[in-house]
């Protein structure tokens, strides 16, 4: 499966403790976007990466979240010091590098983080 | 800045049943037009999508026309099936600048046989 592949799909994390969401694009995609949802909502704009570069962090909290997408390996979406309300699903989506009109992103499956 | 609007779920209907799932939107540019599908525990499949005016994305029975001049992008299907039980988001997306999808809150759709 050459999909957009996200690890791990279901991460469990205390009050105060780091979560590290992995993603890896597919193949031939330099482009990752990260989705928020919210119990019940709809997919919320994170952040837009290329490879070594974030493009567009406009939807990131200012604190705690941070992410990457190093030269090598793959996307890294970073909380420090988990709260409850980060609890939701995370989604990765990736694009090719063209991003010609009506160029599709492809989504992961996600990961589903709880807090305790 | 550029919304979406959908129509609020659930949204029930039997099987066989003519679907119509309304989505207007509001954005800077000429946006392309797109229909994800989420089914329980998984991510968002693309449905089906329309880069201009009156462009008619279509699969799998499923079918919308891109209307710019009332600003909609309404998904249709004639004959619903249990198996498409899910939540539908419609998303718009710039062909300029960061291209981000601005997603609406979605309407879930429950078929019953």
């Known amino acids: 499966n050459a999909g957009v592949m996200q690890n791990p799909r279901h991460l469990v994390r205390r009050r105060g403790q780091e979560a590290r969401l992995r993603c890896s694009p597919m193949?031939?995609?330099?482009?990752v976007y990260w989705y928020r949802q919210l119990p019940e909502e709809g997919l919320k704009f994170m952040v837009y990466l290329q490879k070594e570069n974030i493009i567009d962090e406009s939807g990131m909290p200012k604190e705690r979240f941070s992410a990457e997408f190093p030269k090598e390996g793959p996307s890294i979406l970073r909380i420090q010091q988990v709260v409850r309300g980060d609890s939701a699903a995370y989604f990765c989506?990736?694009?090719?590098?063209?991003?010609?009109?009506?160029?599709?992103?492809?989504f992961g499956d996600g990961t589903r983080l709880s807090i305790l | 800045g550029n919304s979406v609007t959908q129509m609020e779920g659930p949204v029930t209907l039997s099987e066989e049943a003519f679907l119509t799932i309304n989505c207007t939107y509001t954005a800077t540019g000429y946006p392309s037009l797109f229909w994800y599908v989420q089914y329980p525990g998984e991510g968002l499949q693309l449905l089906l999508k329309?880069?201009?005016?009156?462009d008619k994305g279509s699969n799998k029975g499923f079918e919308a026309t891109y209307r710019k001049e009332t600003t909609s992008f309404h998904l249709e299907k004639g004959s619903v099936q249990v198996s498409d039980s899910a939540v539908y988001f419609c998303?718009?997306?710039?062909?300029?600048?960061?291209?981000?999808?601005?997603f609406g809150t979605g309407t879930r759709l429950l078929v019953s046989p």
């Open positions: 193949k031939g995609h330099s482009h």
């Open positions: 998303a718009p997306r710039l062909n300029t600048g960061f291209q981000k999808l601005v």
């Open positions: 329309a880069t201009k005016a009156d």
């Open positions: 989506a990736s694009s090719p590098r063209s991003g010609r009109t009506g160029q599709p992103q492809h």
